[in-house]
C-alpha cells in the first residue's frame, strides 16, 4: 500500500459547508465561498503542492488527519497539564476535515472515494 505522509503548518479553520454561503436573488440560489475559507483553502493547496503525486489517486483511499488548534487562555496555567491534550468542544472534527479535504482534492479523482479515516 502507498503512503503519503506530511505536515501543513496552518492553523487549522472550521470550515461549515466548506465555507459557501447561499443567498437568494431574483427567487435563484447564489453560492459563493466565504474569503477566509476561500483563503485558507489556498493555503494548503500551496504548502501541500510538492506532496501532489503525479497522477491523482484511484481506488478507496484511507485520509487521516490530525488538527493541532491553539490552546485556549484558559488552559495556560501552571498547573495545567503540558503538551497537546483533546478539544472536546466547537471546532467540529468533521467541520475541521471538510474544508481541508476539499483543499487537497488534486490528492485524488474524487472525494468519494474516501471510505475511512481517522481524525484526530
Known amino acids: 500500500m502507498n503512503e503519503i505522509r506530511f505536515t501543513l503548518q496552518v492553523e487549522p479553520m472550521s470550515l461549515q459547508t466548506s465555507g459557501k454561503r447561499m ?4 427567487g ?4 459563493f465561498k466565504n474569503a477566509k475559507a476561500a483563503e485558507y483553502q489556498r493555503t494548503i ?7 501532489i503525486p503525479s ?3 484511484t481506488g478507496p483511499l484511507i485520509v487521516d488527519f ?6 485556549p487562555g484558559r488552559l495556560n496555567r501552571k498547573s495545567d497539564p503540558d503538551g497537546l491534550i483533546p ?12 474544508g481541508t479535504q476539499d483543499a487537497l482534492s488534486d490528492f485524488w479523482i ?4 474516501i471510505f475511512d479515516g481517522r481524525t484526530a
Open 23 to 26: 443567498v437568494i436573488r431574483g
Open 28 to 31: 435563484r440560489p447564489l453560492f
Open 45 to 51: 493547496k500551496v504548502l501541500a503542492k510538492s506532496h
Open 55 to 57: 497522477e491523482p489517486l
Open 66 to 71: 490530525i488538527f493541532i488548534i491553539p490552546r
Open 87 to 98: 478539544c472536546p468542544a466547537r471546532p467540529d472534527r468533521d467541520n475541521l476535515q471538510k
Open 110 to 113: 474524487d472525494d468519494g472515494q
